[in-house]
């Protein structure tokens, strides 16, 4: 069963905090961060990307990026723009996205848990971007940006969290420059934060990693390392546990993850369609967006068009948690056979298009030129997530977009 412990978190004052938090680390850029921090002294970007206050040409993995981070941190805290409660508690972390509302418990997961598959991943990592996240858990002795988790949902969590967020006022509460809602409650009263965590221990057998692998496995492994260091370890130190917001499953929200390619293999453009009508029906063509409406059918933009795709039976296996997929099966029919495109994670005729930024986002990449087809899939499901997490198998790369994205900064996890 799932371990998920109270924590001292480290807090910004509720004055500053809408301009101290900020997205993860991952979904930006250089250039990007810099902007969305100018002006903003205590955006906690100065700590998560703190390349921005480093000289251009510094590579962003090297030893002064990573001291200016600590410095950094250190900073925040001597200021008091970063505060440590007294006592272990959980906190609820609540998002709204276009009226609608998920609330997640913030607690500390275990790093047992991540070692002996509790915890469980739908993605592979990459060795250098653990790494560079492993470095940056270690010298600033924190977990300063949290994972996003999944549970199976368990009603009597439900019923803590609706009575507290009922009963008392968050403490945060604002909306961020994305548009997106962001709540936060502390829950202060002992019996609630020990029934929570009874709760976690008794009711919830595994959680998932919903969206940061990276960051997951990068304070894990730092964990381990920290208590293969210490000839005293006894288990409950906390290093053993890092930052994770756990949400119920059947609120969460998976948008699309589309993918746009640069040319069609040598294919004129009706070559191209002749050989998808192998293993899709072609059912519309129209100037106007067509959305996928349901699993097996695809959206396609090509030549000024959008066209609608249905897969035809043989391409797909509803009964594997694979061959269910949609980018499954546009991988092994279109992106491989016809294109050529093997290997999804290094070839660089391919791009991935996250759905928050709209389908129009895909015809405008290939009306500009850039790219020469573009393609639009349903979005999974999180009961596709848990099915393919149980079996032990792995998403093909690109699949999950979560929104909204969690704001580093509303809590720390410190290590000691």
């Known amino acids: 069963m799932a371990i998920v412990k109270p924590f001292k978190g480290l807090r910004p004052p509720a004055e500053i905090v809408k301009d101290l938090s900020c997205l993860p680390y991952d979904v930006m850029s250089r250039e990007e961060a810099a902007q969305m921090a100018e002006g903003k002294d205590v955006s906690l970007l100065h700590v998560t990307r703190s390349e921005i206050d480093c000289s251009d040409v510094i590579d962003v993995h090297s030893t002064v990026v990573y001291d200016t981070s600590v410095e950094n941190f250190r900073k925040f805290q001597e200021k008091g723009w970063l505060l440590q409660d007294a006592v272990a508690k959980f906190y609820i972390y ?18 047992d848990d991540y070692l002996n598959g509790i915890i469980k991943k739908h993605e592979l990592t990459r060795k250098e971007k653990e790494e560079d996240r492993m470095v940056h ?24 969290v609706a009575d507290v967020v009922e009963n008392e006022k968050p403490i945060y509460d604002f909306v961020a420059e994305d548009g997106f809602g962001h709540h936060f409650w502390v829950i202060n009263d002992p019996k609630l934060n020990t029934q929570i965590e009874d709760l976690f221990a008794n009711k919830v057998p595994f959680t998932y990693v919903a969206d940061g692998h990276h960051r997951t496995a990068a304070a894990a492994l730092v964990g381990k390392e920290k208590r293969d260091q210490n000839p005293n370890h006894k288990g409950d130190e906390e290093y053993n546990f890092f930052l994770a917001v756990h949400f119920p499953e059947d609120q969460l929200n998976i948008i699309d993850y589309n993918r746009v390619v640069k040319d069609l293999n040598g294919l004129t453009e009706n070559e191209f369609l002749d050989k998808i009508t192998h293993k899709f029906h072609i059912e519309t063509s129209s100037d106007t967006i067509i959305k996928p409406g349901c699993l097996h059918e695809f959206s396609m933009y090509l030549g000024g068009k959008w066209y609608k795709l249905v897969a ?17 099966i546009l991988s092994n029919y279109i992106l491989d056979e016809i294109l050529g ?62 929104e909204p994205k969690l704001r580093s900064g509303m809590v720390i996890h410190k290590l000691d």
Request: hydrophobic share 40%; aromatic share 8%; proline share 6%.
């Open 341 to 402: 495109i093997k290997d999804l994670r290094t070839d660089k005729r391919i791009d991935f298009v996250g759905g928050i930024r709209g389908l129009e986002a895909l015809s405008q990449r290939v009306d500009s030129g850039e790219m020469k087809v573009a393609f639009a899939l349903h979005p999974v499901t999180m009961k596709q997530i848990i099915d393919i997490a149980d079996s032990g198998n792995i998403m093909p790369p690109k699949t999950t977009w979560f």
């Open 312 to 328: 035809k039976e043989g391409t797909y296996d509803d009964n594997d948690p694979i061959g269910v997929l949609d980018v499954t």
């Open 137 to 160: 858990v270690r010298i600033n002795n924190a977990n300063i940006e949290p994972v996003f988790f999944a549970y199976p949902t368990v009603p009597e969590i439900d019923k803590i």
């Open 94 to 111: 609540a998002q709204t996205m276009n009226g609608r509302t998920q609330y997640g418990i913030v607690g500390a997961a275990s790093v």
